[in-house]
C-alpha cells in the first residue's frame, strides 16, 4: 500500500521563464527550515542555469508568506544553535536573492509578513494583489528585523516611512505600498499571475547580457546598505530571542493557543 505524496516546499515549473512557488499553503506559506533551504538551494540553481531568463516567485494559497514559522521561532528561542543556524539561513537567501542577476518578478497574491516581506520585497519587480498588504512586524513580538527589512526598506522608500513601518509593524496595504515605492504595480487578484508572467516574458525576451548586467550594477545599491547594516541587524535579532519582552510574547501566545 502506498501513502500519499509529500509535496514539495517548492513548486518549480517552467524553463526560461521560471516560476517558483512556495507551497506550504495549509501555513499560509511560513517560512520554516526547510523552506528557507529549499529556496537558497533553488536561487543558487537558477543563478547555474543559462538557460533561466527571468524568476517569477509566488505563494500557493491565500497568501504570499506569512513570514517566520511559529514552531521555528519557538526553536529559535530555547536553541541558541538552532537559533544562529536559521539566522545563517537567512542570511545566505538574502544574499542569494541580491546576488542573482536572473531579473526576479514577484507576484505578491496574498499577506506577505515579516520574513515573507523581506523575500518579496527583495525582488526586482514586485505585482502585488490590489486586496492584500505587506508588513513586517517583528517589532510586535520583541524581536529586530535582522533578516534583510532594515536594509531593504531604507532603500526602496528612504529612511522617513521605513522608520515608521518597521518600528511599528502596521500593514501597508497595496495601494500604500504603491506609493511608497515598494511595489510596481498593484493589479486585480484575478490578473496577478498573468500580469507577473507578462512582465518576466518581456524580460525574458529581452538581451540577456543587458538585462542581467543592469539589474547586478542596480543591486549594488542594495549591497552598500547590506554592507552596513545587514550583519549588525542579524546580531540585534539574534540577541532580540533572549529579550523579556520576547518571552513574555510567546508565552501569551501560547497561553491563548492553550498550549
Known sequence: MGGSA????LRVEGSDVRVVTLNRPAHRNALDGDLHLALVGEIRAIKEAPEVRAL??????????????????????????????????????????T?????????????????GCTLALLADVIFIAEDTYLSDPHVGIGLVPGDGGAVIWPVLTGLSAARAYL??????????????GLVHRTVPPDELQAAALAYARRLADLPAFAVQQTKRILNLHVAAAAATVLEAGLDAEQRSFDSPEHHQVLARLRASNGT
Open 167 to 180: 518600528l511599528t509593524g502596521d500593514r501597508v496595504p497595496a495601494a500604500e505600498a504603491y506609493r511608497l
Open 99 to 115: 546576488e542573482l542577476e536572473v531579473p526576479v518578478v514577484a507576484a505578491v497574491n496574498g499577506p506577505a509578513v515579516g520574513a
Open 6 to 9: 509529500v509535496e514539495p516546499a
Open 56 to 97: 517569477v516567485l509566488t505563494g500557493a494559497g491565500s497568501a504570499f508568506s506569512a513570514g517566520g514559522d511559529m514552531a521555528l521561532i519557538e526553536t529559535m528561542q530555547a536553541d541558541l544553535g538552532a537559533r544562529r543556524a536559521a539566522l545563517d539561513t537567512g542570511r545566505q537567501l538574502f544574499r542569494a536573492m
